[in-house]
């Protein structure tokens, strides 16, 4: 392969409510991270698998890990952005195309993944994977009260994987100034052009308690 992927899994997972890091709890049996990494693993195009574990957790989750997929695993930061900066760091900067994917996207298809690789190596510099908004969406002021109807035709949620050239991802990082939820939003900073593939709802993150339901019963259909 010649993908490498950094996989984010140091966050807390506090909308999830009270517990162990959100990675490392369990759906079907299982940590959310072992489902992610089995998937990563499953994808042909990848080449190498960063994980930013919890500090704490770094060499249990090496172990979690090595019966799952060949995996480096490094300690994530403070935030998301920390995180992926730190796994980065560890790429094999042979690997051209690199791949950023939340652990929390656990039941993400090797397909989509697939899908955001080849779009990078087809020549596009940064690649994200989006759905359409299906929730009718209104901006509101701090009293809450509607300032308008944004039109939905025009937005798209967005997923991980998170596709770039090595070089646009390493440059996005370094003139990072201030603290963005996606990688993508760091490279139109640089004024990257960043496209568009079709992602999958199977990808959901999971965050709230409910997420953690709908991926359980995702995987017993
Ligand atoms: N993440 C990370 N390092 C952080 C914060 C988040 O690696 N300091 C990772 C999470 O582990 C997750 C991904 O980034 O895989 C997406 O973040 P999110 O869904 O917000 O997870 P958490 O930050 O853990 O959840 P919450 O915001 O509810 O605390
Ligand atoms: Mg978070």
Do not use: C, N, Y
Request: net charge negative.
């Amino acid at each position: 392969g010649d993908v490498a992927v950094l996989v984010p899994a140091a966050g807390a997972g506090v909308r999830l409510g009270p517990g162990i890091p959100k990675a490392l709890r369990e759906l079907a049996g299982e940590p959310l991270l072992v489902h992610a990494v089995r998937r990563l693993g499953a994808a042909p195009s990848v080449g190498q698998i960063v994980v930013a574990a919890p500090a704490g957790d770094v060499e249990a989750v090496r172990e979690l890990l090595a019966p799952v997929a060949a995996v480096d695993v490094v300690a994530g930061g403070a935030s998301r952005q920390a995180s992926v900066a730190a796994a980065l760091r560890a790429a094999d900067a042979s690997l051209g195309i690199v791949l950023v994917h939340d652990a929390a996207r656990a039941l993400t298809p090797p397909d989509m993944i697939e899908r955001v690789a080849a779009a990078v190596r087809s020549g596009l510099p940064a690649v994200i994977p989006v759905l359409p908004v299906v929730d009718t969406i209104k901006q509101v002021d701090d009293a809450g009260r509607v300032v308008g109807t944004v039109d939905r035709a025009v937005l798209r949620a967005v997923q991980t994987p998170q596709g770039f050239l090595r070089a646009v991802l390493v440059a996005a990082h370094e003139a990072a100034v201030d603290e963005h939820t996606d990688d993508a939003g760091l490279a139109e900073k640089l004024g990257v052009p960043v496209h568009t593939v079709p992602g999958d709802e199977v990808a959901m993150k999971i965050t709230r308690p409910l997420d953690l339901r709908i991926a359980a019963a995702l995987l017993t259909s």
